[in-house]
């Protein structure tokens, strides 16, 4: 596919699921990959999701939409990028407390085996590692959102601590 | 009543009970596994959690994980629906802690009835009659023995925490006992972590027959009348139907007031069922008490017009039931197959993608299923991929209705036991109603001489 032919394509495809009542569209082939995330209009309770907590839940569940602005193609990574998921459920924190500094930021080289987030479960802080030394791209979870098993929390960039 | 509830289940009980929750217009959060990221449960609840990875332990048996989910989503109650965590009183005393509601009875009553030997001393002080065997569990073939003689041969040592067939064996004389007692011990540590068994007379050919209890917090109890569950392969049932072809309503009435006793005895509230047997000689023991839904909850909501999963729900939500006893009627008759992934043979399971699904409809019949058409029946899981459930005007009808729903049902890419209901509904001896827990068996062995004539 070409450049151009992709773009026209793409933008089909956005107008089409913008009529549609899908909410996410996702499509996989070779090489390729695109997620549309539609995000409730809210004005006045018109809004394309029926009922007002499936809003809540849709806004929930699209917290990675709030820092890259749906819809846009997922980038294809890098093969030195590595995504840290979460491996429980949870609230997500950046620091240890409301008042101290986050655990890492945008920028910095962290080693395997150091604190990267917390996430609280039950009552429980859990102390989520790297599990590789590398530099910290992005941050893909905001503070004090929840997260689900599997859920990507930070991309950080392969190699060894300078 | 709830705002929100969080499913802690999968397949087509977590379909049912959002479907329960949209009539009563409450929020659902299904919670899965990552093999289950396509299921129908996830696709249709308002929100979705994923929980974990594949294996059971580590997603819908994991409590943190479920609480966990519930708590970011602020989920008011929980439905365990059946398995997983249903018969749990560890969760079910998590969720109290946590200010989740429980839909199901406290954790008290679900300890005590998980405890099979427990519960039968229990009810036998409180008059309900119970299989002759020990009180209390036995610790080896030497307590075990005098008593065996003294109730007779065959006895079964069956698990204290058992179910499923798990930890049970059959003893025909004196000298098998002690092997049997530690096999059964072995088999019940292995799968309950407790290796405590009890030793009860065993009955030959009994019909399995159970009773539908509903209780709310002001003490009221009812119940919804039997299910004649005898039609069981392994102690797995497969075909269910209410109301039963054998009890005479002067029997009906007697045993109805002996689960009622059960009930009250533990002060029981939500959906449970008081399991009996039933000798031929009109003779009923009681068994044990399901503290939870279960599966073939449908043919008893066929016959009463009466929703269950809904009646659960404002029950846990602290409202009193809206009818009383004499207000329950049953009409007609039900019937429901159990659709398993599974060779209908050797009963080998097969997983795999279903290419074709086609159900079919019409008067008089229900389909609960989670599966469709490219859907994956996963290896991790129970084998059950839908119950087909009919209802007609009388038992004849209902066997019509589910005959004709059998030749239409098709489901193909996996192999299914719908040939094997299809003999069931053909059966002289199921449609005569000439059922115990011997029928499957005896329909199996007909086959094999059959292929062995040929």
Known sequence: MGGGELDSEIKALMEY????????????????????????IVTNGVAPVV??????????????????????????????????????????????????????????RVKKGQVLCIIEAMKLMNEIESDCDGEILEALVANGQPVEYGEPLFKVRKGAPA | MFKKILIANRGEIALRIIWACRELGIQTVAVYSTADADSLHVKFADEDICIGPPRNADSYLNIGAVIAAAEITDADAIHPGYGFLAESAHFAEVCEACHIRFIGPGPNVIRLMGDKAKARETMLAAGVPIIPGSRGTMADEQEALPLAAKIGYPVIVKAAAGGGGRGMRLVGSPDELAAAMSAARTEAKAAFGVPDVYVEKYLKSPRHIEFQILGDSFGNIVTLGEREC????????????????????????????????????????????VEFLLDEEGRFYFIEMNTRIQVEHPVTEMVTGIDLIKEQIKIAAGESLSFRQEDIQTTG????????AEDPVTF?????KITTFHLPGGPGVRI?????????????????IGKLITRGNNRMEAISRMRRSLEVLVVEGIRTNIPLHR??????????????????DRLLERKEDAAVAS
């Open chain 1, 17 to 40: 699921i913008e009529a549609s009542s899908f909410v996410e569209f996702e499509l996989e082939r070779e090489g390729f990959k695109i997620k549309l995330v539609k995000r409730p």
């Open chain 1, 51 to 108: 009922s007002p907590a499936a809003q809540v839940a849709a806004a929930a569940a699209v917290t990675q939409a709030a820092e890259a602005p749906a819809p846009r193609p997922a980038a294809v990574e890098a093969p030195d990028v590595h995504v840290v998921k979460s491996p429980i459920v949870g609230t997500f924190y950046r620091s240890s407390s409301p008042t101290a500094r986050s655990f890492v930021e945008i920028g910095d």
């Open chain 2, 230 to 273: 005898s039609i069981q392969r392994r102690h797995q049932k497969i075909v269910e139907e209410a109301p039963s072809t054998v009890l005479t309503p002067k029997l009906r009435r007697r045993m109805a007031e002996s689960a009622l006793k059960v009930a009250r005895t533990v002060g029981y509230q939500n959906a449970g069922t």
């Open chain 2, 333 to 340: 008759h039900s019937i429901e197959c159990r659709i398993n």
């Open chain 2, 348 to 352: 080998a399971p097969s997983p795999g």
């Open chain 2, 368 to 384: 609960d299923t989670a599966a469709h058409p490219e859907c994956t029946i996963s290896p991790y899981y129970d084998s059950m």
């Open chain 2, 423 to 440: 003999r069931i509904m053909d059966d002289p001896d199921f449609i005569r109603g000439n059922l115990n827990t011997g029928f499957l």
